[in-house]
Every structure is written in C-alpha cells, then in structure tokens.
C-alpha cells in the first residue's frame, strides 16, 4: 500500500485523497501488528466453566508490544474482529473516494 501511494503522489493526485489513503494504511498497519499477528500465533487455554458448567475456552495473544491479551468471552473477540474491520472500511473509503476522482478524470471534469 505504501508503494501505491507513492506511485499515486508521483501521479499527482489531490493531497487530500493522499491523506485518506495514509489513514487507511496506518489503520491498517495498527491492526495487523497489534492484533491479526497475536491472532495468528495464538495460544488457546481454559478459561474454567460459565455458570452452566460448560467448559469455556480462552485465547490468549501477545500484540505488537509484546503484551499479552487474554480473551474469554465471545464479546472480547469481537472487539478485537471490529478493530480489523475497521481497519478495512478504512482503505474502503479511500477506494470509494478515488473511484470519485477517476471517474471526475475521465469526464474532464478537474475539480475534485
């Protein structure tokens, strides 16, 4: 991504597009060291039993600094499985905007 935006720059595209786009990527890049790695290198444990007396797993990861993280609800996933989401809808919306400014492009239409 970071290559794109550099051959974007070299294009000459509006900063404020430029702008969008580095959100994306530093939303991204958080995410993926912060959480997609722990995820993918994560230790499973017991978290012991809910109040049913069904067993209940834990996750555990270590983020980007090296801290762990445990999880033992579903709803702790989750915010984490946000947080990745997010990271996407980030870049969506710099794709959304760009698709604007080439379409404004190929009408000759120069204001974005």
């Not at 900063?15 to 722990?38: C, K, Y």
Request: hydrophobic share 35%; aromatic share 10%; proline share 3%.
């Amino acid at each position: 991504m970071k290559e794109l935006r550099e051959a974007l720059v070299q294009q000459g595209i509006p900063s404020n597009l430029i702008e969008i786009l580095n959100e994306g990527i530093l939303a991204f890049d958080n995410v993926t060291q912060d959480v997609r790695n722990g995820f993918a290198h994560a230790v499973l444990f017991s978290a012991g039993y809910d109040d049913e007396g069904n067993y209940v797993p834990g996750f555990e990861i270590k983020d980007a600094t090296r801290t762990r993280k445990s999880f033992r609800t579903p709803t702790e996933l989750h915010v984490e499985a946000k947080r990745i989401e997010d990271a996407g809808n980030a870049l969506g919306i710099f794709r959304k905007e760009y698709k604007k400014y080439i379409e404004l492009q190929s009408t000759n239409q120069t204001a974005y």
